[in-house]
């Protein structure tokens, strides 16, 4: 591959989550990695060769790292390969992907993880890194191949959204987990009170005649995976708090030295449980869309740091999967290429600090894996997402680059529009 020439980005907004900094700057990227930062306009001195960007006041900040991407591949490619979710990650600013293991085979042994991460280099778009299972097949009865997993590549180990239900179980994959110093992400449900629900339990899914899932499945499944994250003293990742119950447990157990952290994804932060309407089935997500009064939280406890990382929670599913009756619709959205400018709109509401969201989407995410990501500093990988993030856009789901389209944002109107993604120094997107 012939070496990249330098690129110099000059009259930037430079939002660096690391420093806190957000304001003016020039940004000098050279053999794949900052080479110098600067807080004003201008750079003086630039050499010959360099190509220089005239950024004209957009953000300059780093590409986001998405803790939860779902594709179809291997086993299901129709509903997204690891091409498209990686063209669809550019797309959206996003230079750093952890795809899950629910696949067809499940990424359960390390000959999985290698085929990833091989297909991934194949691909040489954005970072693509792998999720292993926590347990065999998903199965929730005995352990994976933790170690080997993490040897080989796997970033932390998780069931995707099939809770761990037996307690022993689950102790032994975070003592386990724990020797390998892995995090393990858990999505706290309790499968007996949530079984055939198909939206939150309440006045609105009663009169929708919808099953439901009540919130306290939540903290039941929630306070059992604390009790063992402290006794055991692994480190575990919430996988999508989304109602007021679970964040009272997370701050306890936070409060206590408990080693947790906690992810909210965007469309909880964005939508409740309004707006699946007449039973409109792009909105049928798990966990399911809770009340205003949960998404007013789930923000306020991002802008204070209880949750510490905002996901895509990409989930394609094919039209087939989505035009049925909706209690018999497959859960899930997509969302990288919606990630972005969805999470802008609490910067411009003033809900949340521009620094801090950025943060919540790099550099928290990128420590929690270990990382080189997430800041603009020099040395750091020069995985950058230029965006304006004053532009308006009407998201149409037709136009996106997934293969699927099961968009919740259809026909939204948002701002901030993606103007260039670099991944190690490379430009990835650029419309």
């Not at 609105?204 to 439901?212: D, I, N, Q, S, Y």
Request: glycine share 8%.
């Amino acid at each position: 591959m012939p070496a990249t020439p330098p690129t110099a980005f000059l009259n930037a907004r430079l939002v660096d989550p690391e420093s806190g900094y957000d304001g003016p700057g020039c940004l000098i990227v050279a053999d794949g990695v900052v080479a110098d930062v600067v807080h004003r306009p201008d750079y003086d001195g630039l050499p010959h060769d360099v190509e220089v960007i005239d950024c004209e006041g957009a953000m300059l900040a780093p590409g986001l790292v998405d803790l939860r991407v779902k594709t179809g591949e291997p086993g299901a490619e129709p509903k997204e390969t690891l091409k498209s979710a990686a063209r669809a990650a550019a797309a959206g600013g996003v230079t750093s992907i952890v795809v899950q293991p629910d696949t067809d085979p499940v990424v359960d042994e390390p000959s999985v993880v290698d085929f990833i991460l091989r297909r991934a280099r194949d691909i040489g778009l954005v970072r693509v890194y792998p999720a292993g299972a926590a347990t065999k097949g998903l199965e929730g009865r005995k352990m994976a191949e933790i170690g080997l997993m993490r040897e080989a590549g796997a970033v932390y180990v998780t069931d995707v959204d099939r809770p761990v239900v037996d307690s022993l179980v689950m102790r032994r994959v975070l003592s386990y987990a724990r020797g390998f110093d892995t995090l393990v992400a858990h999505r706290p449900a309790d499968p007996y009170l949530t079984a055939g629900a198909a939206a939150n339990e309440g006045e609105f899914a009663a009169r929708l005649g919808l099953p439901g899932a009540p919130a306290m499945a939540e903290r039941i499944m929630l306070e059992r995976d604390l009790a063992l994250a402290e006794l055991t003293g692994a480190r575990l990742l919430v996988d999508q708090v989304s109602c007021i119950e679970g964040l009272e447990s997370l701050r306890r157990a936070k409060d206590k030295g408990v080693k947790v952290w906690a992810s909210a994804s965007i469309n909880h932060l964005t939508f409740n449980e309004l707006d699946i309407g007449d039973y409109r089935t792009f909105y049928k997500l798990s966990p399911p869309l809770r009340t205003e009064d949960d998404r007013q939280a789930l923000i306020e406890a991002l802008a204070e740091g209880l949750i510490d990382v905002v996901v895509s929670a990409h989930a394609p599913e094919p039209a087939e999967e989505k035009r049925l009756p909706f209690d018999e619709a497959a859960p899930g959205a997509i969302g990288l290429e919606t990630l972005l400018p969805a999470l802008l709109t609490l910067a411009h509401e003033d809900r949340v600090g521009l620094v801090d969201l950025i943060r919540a989407v790099t550099l928290k995410p990128a420590q929690l894996l270990g990382l080189d990501a997430g800041r603009l500093s020099a040395g750091s990988p020069a995985d950058l997402v230029l965006c304006d993030i004053g532009a308006p856009v009407v998201i149409d789901a037709d136009r996106l680059t997934s293969k699927s389209k099961n968009s919740p944002f259809d026909g939204r109107r948002l701002q901030g529009r993606v103007i260039l993604t670099m991944v190690g120094g490379r430009v990835v997107h650029r419309p």
